[in-house]
């Protein structure tokens, strides 16, 4: 992935020949431009230079063969003359055929006359830019249409595994509004130290979301691990929406009031905040590669310098078109949209410290192709802003196949990602990715779940259709009787509004909920609920004042100034209105009084 290592750039192909190449390399160079060819270096740079540089260029050029001249153009129009090794590879599938002038013994490759050093030196790039035309742009491969199952070769066996393909954005709307719920009561349980979430918290979250987590319990137990009920909790604190409180999350303000807003745009911003979040690194769920956390200096480079580059990546895709994930991160490549996970590979070891070391994958594919992977898969997919195609992971790479034998017995992969396959941009991940101006939600059945009757209960009537979101609501008004009974009360519909949740909220959920219109009874009850809950209004703390005895309070309380100031509180206190203690110092004052300490107080 990392572009062609820098060398010096040149004006004149004469310095770049003279500086790059010796004698016994430009001597078989020579013979394939010049018909006399002098013996000193010098002129024999000045001959080549001559006809290069000269009306023979175009014919020189029509010599290479079709691969040298895509380097050469792909050089030649690029900034600064130079050729990048990692684009030109995933454009043309083909090596640059550059540099083998150098190998020994010398054979001149014609070339290595027009890239020296990765470059082309200007004087001859100004001449070539005359004829020749701009390198097509290159074009992402889109599958038509998604196979069923996939082959795969593992330990010198064929196998087919069954493609899962999961269509993401409804599920995930749903359940953005359903951790929302569940955070709001207090029932996601995290590290107090790290904030990721406990794995009761994720078996249990697991069970809520739509569609369930991306493999089946028993995979997940098997070591596959959870990945949406992981990524939930962890997106919501990433993301300003909700932050621990000792072992519990909370709604922050910002949490609150996605609840009550529209999720797809709670979704947007939501992953454009993720996108400069400095919360979690994804590559760190990739668990098996170890010695992320050396002591001696910072391993890995911070994920927010990575986010951008694949949002750049996700941004080359055309909505609503399969592709593989194999095809997206050659595109990358291809336009140049590089980033860097680690810093010292070395560092990085899988299974034995000594032996499991990854610092021989020098380019750090492999490295790469997990945060990718886990980037995609994990958030990217969880949001709802890709759909994917995935099978199990195990055996689904193979280039992590070698490092099996230093301490990696009984598995076989590298990350829980592995099985992602294919990916699709959806029209809610166009929308979040700004591609689009607007998301249209897809049209969708009026949900009757339940009934409300006159006696004030709730009976559903549609227990596949209640989702789990509306479960947390109506445990949150209602007192449950069974799985199909609830009762609203006055105490519980007082204590959702304690909560923070208003009444009118609460009459448009029975409403968009109920097969028949609420009854009077039930209104008149819900109009109850919002006087009481209105009817009283915190006005800030207050002061109380001990007096002496029962004559100093109504000195004081019945004061002319002092009476508009406090009240009396039983028979020897007054409590100061608040916000009025300067003036009540300063009336008491007047009166012939003082309090010790009260200045300090207020």
């Not at 992977?373 to 099978?391: Q, R």
Request: hydrophobic share 40%; net charge positive; aromatic share 8%.
């Amino acid at each position: 992935m990392p572009a062609y290592l820098e060398n010096p750039t040149y004006d004149t192909l004469l310095d770049a020949l003279y500086e790059s190449y010796t004698l016994d390399i430009l001597r078989p160079l020579a013979k394939l431009v010049c018909h006399n060819i002098p013996s000193r270096k010098m002129d024999m740079v000045h001959a080549i230079c001559g006809t290069m540089l000269s009306a023979n260029l175009k014919s020189h050029f029509g010599r290479l063969d079709s691969i040298e001249k895509a380097a050469v153009q792909e050089a030649a129009f690029s900034p600064g003359g130079e050729l990048h090794i990692t684009q030109f590879k995933a454009k043309y599938h083909h090596t640059p055929p550059i540099g083998k002038s150098l190998n020994w013994p010398p054979k001149g490759h014609l070339v290595d006359l027009f890239i020296v050093k990765g470059h082309v030196p200007d004087d001859l790039r100004n001449l070539l830019n005359e004829f020749l035309n701009k390198p097509q742009k290159d074009h992402i491969k889109y599958s038509k249409k998604l196979p069923r199952s996939i082959r795969l070769d593992i330990d010198e066996r064929t196998v087919e595994r069954d493609l899962n393909v999961r269509n993401t954005a409804a599920a995930a709307l749903n359940n953005m509004e359903t951790v929302l719920r569940l955070v709001e009561g207090g029932k996601i349980k995290v590290s107090a130290r790290t904030g990721r979430p406990t794995l009761a918290a994720q078996k249990g979250l697991a069970k809520l979301l739509q569609e369930g987590d991306w493999y089946e319990e028993s995979d997940i137990l098997g070591g596959i691990g959870h990945i949406q009920a992981f990524a939930w909790p962890v997106l919501l604190q990433g993301t300003g929406l909700a932050k621990t409180d000792g072992s519990t999350l909370k709604l922050t303000n910002k949490g609150k009031k996605a609840l009550k807003n529209d999720f797809p745009q709670i979704i947007k911003d939501a992953w454009r905040k993720w996108q400069i979040n400095k919360f979690l690194d994804e590559f760190s769920r990739v668990d098996r590669i170890k010695g992320q956390r050396s002591s001696r200096g910072r391993t890995l480079f911070a994920a927010h310098t990575r986010r951008p580059v694949l949002y750049d990546g996700l941004s080359l895709c055309i909505p609503g078109r399969w592709l593989t994930v194999k095809e997206l991160i050659r595109a990358m490549n291809s336009e140049g949209l590089d980033f860097e996970v680690v810093r010292y590979a070395w560092k990085l070891y899988v299974g034995d410290s000594q032996y499991g070391h990854l610092d021989e994958y020098g380019d750090q594919t492999m490295v790469k192709t997990r945060y990718i992977l886990a980037f995609l898969f994990e958030y990217a997919a969880t949001l709802g802003l890709i759909d994917v195609a995935y099978i199990q992971p195990d055996g689904a790479l193979s280039d992590c196949h070698d490092i099996w034998g230093w301490g990696m017995e009984g598995t076989n992969f590298l990350s829980r990602y592995d099985g992602l396959m294919y990916i699709r941009l959806n029209p809610l991940g166009a929308f979040a990715m700004e591609m689009t101006d607007d998301y249209e939600t897809e049209p969708t059945e009026t949900r009757a779940v339940f009934t409300v009757l006159p006696n004030h209960d709730v009976v559903v009537t549609d227990a596949q259709a209640l989702s789990p979101a509306d479960k947390l609501f109506l445990e949150k008004i209602c007192q449950k009787k069974s799985s199909a009974l609830w009762v609203l009360t006055t105490s519980t519909l007082l204590e959702a509004a304690q909560n923070g949740t208003r009444i009118e909220e609460i009459k448009t959920f029975l409403k968009s909920r109920s097969a028949q219109p609420i009854p009077g009874t039930v209104t008149t009850l819900l109009n109850d609920a919002k006087k009481r809950s209105n009817g009283l209004e915190y006005a800030g703390r207050s002061h109380l004042i001990k007096c002496k005895d029962t004559v100093l309070q109504k000195l004081v309380s019945s004061d002319v100034k002092l009476s508009k100031l406090c009240r009396p509180a039983g028979n020897k206190h007054v409590v100061i209105i608040p916000g009025k203690e300067k003036q009540f110092m300063t009336a008491l004052v007047r009166l012939g009084y003082i309090v010790p300490q009260l200045r300090e107080q207020i």
